[in-house]
């Protein structure tokens, strides 16, 4: 939009969205800056708060750019944003509302932070060369002393960028001690952790699996020095006590890591180079001191991501146990329904067959032949509806089956026409049902449960098909597998629904018709059998539920 074109001269990438959330206009320096850009709710997803102390289930709200849209107040933030390979760029993120648009202000302090850190450095660089020119003019020496001085302060701030760009533990270690073996040309180099007054190697390089979780201690001599803060280099034969003895002396560093007052570990380099060690020493303080902030820091997420991993385990379990805990108050609350219902009903049609037995035998004594011939007729009809009554009281009872919580042989076609019996109603005069049921075995599994799912399938089924339609009902068995699939002719299901179906409380229905639990207990279920329920569906062609469980 033309009258947002002076942002274009501003030195932070801005964007400008609508109260629908829709973006109206991006600055060139946010294109250059995102060119991967593709829609404000995936570049939401991939902005976070640098440091986020929020608790809440909405996952939206660890999202900065939500809390500026839905904030009526300028809002203001340090965030952290995910580019496409995967690289974390910090800025200082600022937004706010003009009239009908969220204006949003994003400035690169991650570049400004590293600008500023070799400024720093080149101002020690510059201050140290000044001086050793002051205190000799031998410029060959200071020249070549700068020149190492700086490969060292390269070196940590390679290990510090390695250590600052990742939470994993094993990364930043292996990273931290390849960087120090190249420098100080080991053939072995390891972290040790420390506890209880002994060391055990958690990572090593080069890697040696056979190495890693060995336990050891050093001689009293090192112990005193690690516990003191202070380096150990020594010429030894042994790399610790009880180890092997070496071919020849050998060059061990031993470097104490702490993090406030408590000793954590050690990192120990072995190397058959002999040196003297000057600047180095302040180099390996350096990295330990980061190091040891690094590892407490990795520690810590790491227990904060098994306790997120933790808690959403019991949720899920939860929600499970609850939707389990509907479905069995469900059946049970059904069952009883029907048990009274079969017994109110029981006694009226006992009554009333007895009275069409009864009449059935005094027809033939009427003399005249019209009026028997019609209550002849009359008697047939209620015969066949008592008959009919009976029949479906009597399906009823069988699929509550509430005294069948055991595993149990079952016959999956004969289930399949006694669901077809109790839902006769929603089909009746409307739905045309083509079988195509397969020789099947009995199968092992829990009946009344099964029912239960045939029936959410075939009742959501009717309802899909407005007006006359055709659902068709195939069974089939391949070794150890039962397959049904339910096909019908109704308006279908749109893709991104597909996915969403199964989850509780999801409906398509409106609002006192469908509570969303039906296919998240069919599920369930389905799971219990050992089994899966996949969704084939076109809109405006109809939909197929293809059930598979185990014939075991």
Same mark, same amino acid.
């Given at each position: 939009m033309k009258k947002f074109d002076i942002f274009n001269r501003f030195r932070d990438a801005v964007i400008i969205a609508n109260n629908n959330g829709e973006v109206v206009y991006r600055n060139n320096k946010f294109k250059r800056w995102f060119p991967e850009f593709s829609g404000l709710k995936k570049f939401s997803h991939n902005a976070n708060f640098d440091i986020c102390p929020l608790e809440t289930d909405d996952i939206r709200n660890y999202s900065p750019i939500y809390n500026a849209l839905i904030s009526k107040e300028d809002f203001s933030a340090r965030i952290s944003c995910q580019n496409e390979n995967g690289k974390l760029q910090y800025f200082d993120f600022f937004a706010t509302k003009r009239w009908r648009y969220t204006l949003m202000f994003l400035s690169d302090t991650s570049a400004e932070a590293e600008l500023n850190s070799v400024e720093i450095l080149n101002k020690?660089?510059?201050?140290? $060369?000044? +001086?050793?020119?002051?205190?000799?003019?031998?410029?060959?020496?200071?020249?070549? /002393?700068?020149?190492? %001085?700086? #490969?060292?302060?390269?070196?940590?701030?390679?290990?510090?960028?390695?250590?600052?760009?990742?939470?994993?533990?094993?990364?930043?270690?292996?990273?931290?001690?390849?960087?120090?073996? $190249?420098? +100080?040309?080991?053939?072995?180099?390891?972290?040790?952790?420390?506890?209880?007054? /002994?060391?055990?190697i %958690?990572? #090593?390089?080069?890697?040696?699996?056979?190495?890693?979780?060995?336990?050891?201690?050093?001689?009293?001599?090192?112990?005193e020095t690690i516990l003191s803060r202070r380096i150990s280099v020594q010429h030894s034969l042994k790399e610790y006590k009880g180890a092997q003895s070496f071919k020849q002396p050998v060059m061990r560093i031993a470097v104490p890591v702490f993090h406030l007052e408590n000793l954590i570990g050690t990192i120990v380099l072995l190397s058959y180079q002999r040196r003297e060690l000057n600047e180095e020493i302040e180099i390996l303080e350096a990295i330990s001191s980061q190091l040891g902030n690094a590892i407490i820091r990795a520690e810590l997420y790491n227990k904060n991501v098994q306790t997120v991993h933790q808690l959403q385990s019991a949720l899920q379990e939860l929600k499970e146990t609850q939707l389990h805990l509907i479905n069995s108050e469900k059946m049970a609350s059904l069952g009883q329904l029907v048990a009274g219902v079969a017994h109110e009903i029981n006694t009226p049609v006992a009554s009333i067959k007895s009275n069409n037995a009864i009449l059935a035998k005094f027809i033939p004594q009427i003399d005249d032949p019209k009026i028997s011939s019609i209550l002849a007729d009359?008697?047939?009809?209620?015969?066949?509806?008592?008959?009919?009554?009976?029949?479906?009281?009597?399906?009823?009872?069988?699929?509550?089956?509430?005294?069948?919580?055991?595993?149990?042989?079952?016959?999956?076609?004969?289930?399949?026409?006694?669901?077809?019996?109790?839902?006769?109603?929603?089909?009746?005069?409307?739905?045309?049902?083509?079988?195509?049921?397969?020789?099947?075995?009995?199968?092992?599994?829990?009946?009344?449960?099964?029912?239960?799912?045939?029936?959410?399938?075939?009742?959501?089924?009717?309802?899909?098909?407005?007006?006359?339609?055709?659902?068709?009902?195939?069974?089939?068995?391949?070794?150890?597998?039962?397959t049904v699939s339910i096909k019908d002719t109704g308006k279908g299901i749109e893709k991104s629904e597909i996915d969403k179906i199964f989850a509780a409380g999801y409906t398509t229905k409106g609002v006192g018709v469908g509570t969303g639990l039906g296919l998240a207990i069919s599920a369930k279920i389905i799971e219990k059998h050992n089994g899966k329920i996949i969704v084939n569906s076109e809109v405006g062609k109809g939909t197929e539920f293809i059930i598979t469980i185990s014939g075991k």
């Open positions: 020690k660089l510059q201050e140290k $060369i000044n +001086f050793l020119e002051n205190q000799n003019n031998d410029l060959m020496k200071i020249k070549q /002393k700068a020149q190492s %001085q700086a #490969i060292r302060i390269a070196l940590i701030n390679k290990v510090s960028n390695i250590i600052r760009g990742s939470m994993d533990l094993s990364v930043i270690l292996t990273s931290a001690l390849k960087e120090l073996s $190249i420098m +100080f040309g080991t053939f072995k180099a390891y972290y040790a952790s420390y506890e209880n007054g /002994k060391f055990c %958690q990572e #090593i390089y080069p890697s040696k699996n056979s190495d890693l979780k060995k336990e050891f201690v050093f001689d009293e001599e090192t112990a009359i008697n047939e009809v209620d015969r066949e509806a008592i008959q009919r009554i009976t029949h479906m009281v009597t399906s009823l009872k069988k699929f509550v089956r509430l005294d069948e919580a055991e595993l149990q042989e079952a016959d999956i076609n004969k289930e399949l026409e006694l669901t077809l019996d109790l839902i006769r109603h929603e089909t009746k005069n409307r739905i045309e049902i083509e079988k195509h049921y397969g020789d099947i075995p009995l199968i092992k599994c829990y009946p009344n449960m099964l029912n239960q799912v045939f029936t959410n399938v075939l009742v959501n089924a009717c309802q899909a098909i407005e007006g006359a339609g055709k659902i068709t009902i195939t069974t089939s068995y391949t070794p150890e597998t039962l």
